[in-house]
């Protein structure tokens, strides 16, 4: 006697109706996890999901069944399918499994109900007085809504790292790059060369015993313990209650190791000519704490000035550079691995509640907004204005309308990266700039394609699985397309000719 073929479903609800799917394509069942935003998708899309270490796009079944929305409950479940680019499915909860024949599952159009049949693999009937199961086709429901979602990524291309020169041409005259930050209210530049990245001042420092003024204690920054120095102390200024004020943590390279400056808060990035750069003054190359300060930056025609430090000789001090080394040579073969593999570092802002990461290299320096930009009639939705950035005229595009993103409050975070796109210098408007990263390319992985313009401007995320982390990658020399950069040449030289005139 012939065994009949069997079909195992896992069924679930949608607004009240039931529907399954075959449960040999359902890889696991997991709560509605914390939701990264991804621009320029389709509605459908809630987000993307580190699911121990996978970037999971999380889809609305509602919304691709065109069902009306609802708010998130404790029944609200996601089911994760199967394949090499797996997906999750949000739907409002997980009913039972069922076991039947295969005949049992039936291509009957009209027990698709409002669902369009092209959607479902059958339909399975139920008993007197029972709705109908409709069972779904996971890539004919996704088929229509994006580009690749759920299947793997075979171009290599997708993992490169970004472009950062958009335009070719002679090379430019080289800038000084330098970090800013404040100490007393005094602004201090330390080279960006040497910076590896900028984190928060940690809650919980270990201290050392005996140590120096300057030495705060150690702190573990990703599995490895980075010594921390007051940078005021260095200087021989008065010390900070750091229970009041929680600075920054800004990490430098010293030798073969790292060590943290604690400093009362990161500014900017900037890069200037060198022309703008002069030698520090004889009387603040002697004695104790000012010998630190080699240069002067002058910026804003003189009005702001920029006092710039000599990494090496903040480290003089004999007990300092002995725990420099210490933490260099305990941890030596470790870091010269780390070193090899984190070859790209990025400014890391954020719009809302997400965080996007540009390659700082593409960065020309990060500005404030202007109190009130000088608007333009008839520019697009895009442009917020014009600035004055040292004489020349720069369009300022608001990144939250560029990306169709809502508005928002934090008005007074905000800042401006300055980049350089078809030519012309450009400042993009972000809710704020959170720190400096430096990831391992290993932590780099392809983003879902979801749609071409996606594809376009996000094609790569930073996952860094220990924190559950996701970092959006936007590729800075596709932030405007070709006829919107043209559109800002020619706004930027209409008003520099009408400022001229």
């Known amino acids: 006697m012939t065994e009949l073929a069997s079909e195992e479903l896992l ?29 320029l998708v389709p509605p459908s899309l809630l987000g993307l999901a580190n699911l121990r270490g996978i970037v999971l796009p999380v889809v609305s079944l509602r919304t691709l069944l065109r069902l009306p929305d609802m708010e998130a409950s404790e029944s609200t479940r996601v089911i994760v399918m199967r394949g090499d680019a797996p997906v999750g499915l949000v739907v409002d909860s997980v009913d039972r499994l069922l076991a039947l024949a295969a005949d049992r599952i039936e291509k009957d159009d009209s027990g698709a109900g409002t669902i369009d049949p092209a959607l479902l693999d ?77 984190i928060p001042l940690p809650d919980h420092i270990a201290e050392l015993p005996r140590p120096e003024t300057a030495v705060l204690g150690v702190v573990t920054l990703r599995d490895r313990l980075l010594p921390l120095v007051s940078l005021r102390a260095l200087l021989g200024l008065p010390p900070d209650d750091l229970s009041k004020q929680r600075g920054k943590v800004v990490v430098m390279s010293i030798g073969e190791g790292a060590i943290g400056l604690a400093v009362d808060a990161t500014r900017e990035i900037l890069r200037l000519d060198p022309d703008s750069v002069d030698p520090a003054p004889a009387l603040l190359t002697r004695g104790e704490g000012v010998a630190e300060i080699v240069s002067i930056c002058r910026l804003e025609d003189g009005r702001r000035l920029v006092a710039l430090l000599s990494p090496d000789r903040l480290f003089r001090s004999d007990l300092v550079r002995r725990i420099i080394d210490d933490h260099a040579a305990g941890d030596a073969g470790q870091q010269a691995e780390a070193n090899a593999m984190a070859d790209e570092q990025f400014i890391i802002f954020r719009l809302g509640h997400q965080d996007y990461g540009i390659p700082i290299a593409a960065v020309g320096e990060i500005a404030r907004p202007p109190e009130h930009p000088t608007r333009l009639p008839k520019a697009p939705a895009f442009i917020d204005g014009v600035m004055n950035l040292r004489g020349s005229v720069v369009p300022i595009v608001d990144l939250r309308r560029r990306f169709d993103l809502g508005n928002t409050e934090q008005a007074g975070a905000r800042r401006i990266l300055m980049l350089e796109i078809g030519g012309a210098i450009a400042g993009f408007l972000v809710d704020g700039v959170s720190e400096i990263l430096k990831v391992t390319t290993d932590a780099i992985c392809p983003a879902p394609e979801l749609s071409p313009e996606q594809m376009r401007l996000i094609s790569r995320v930073i996952n860094l699985e220990a924190s559950g982390r996701l970092i959006l990658l936007v590729d800075p020399t596709q932030l405007l397309d070709q006829v919107e950069a043209d559109l800002l040449a020619k706004f930027s030289h209409s008003k520099f000719d009408a400022t001229a005139s």
């Open 11 to 39: 069924i679930f609800k949608i607004a009240g109706a039931a529907f399954g799917l075959t449960l040999a394509g359902v890889a696991e069942i997991i709560r509605l996890p914390n939701l990264v935003h991804m621009p």
């Open 122 to 198: 059958g339909v399975v009937k139920g008993g007197e007085g029972e709705s109908p199961i409709k069972v779904l086709h996971p890539s004919r429901l996704l088929s229509g809504q994006f580009v690749r979602l759920g299947i793997a990524a075979t171009s290599a291309a997708r993992a490169a790292p970004l472009a950062t020169s958009p335009s070719a041409g002679p090379p430019a005259r080289a800038l000084v790059s330098l970090l800013s930050f404040y100490l007393n209210a005094q602004e201090y530049a330390l080279p960006l060369d040497r910076v590896r990245e900028i």
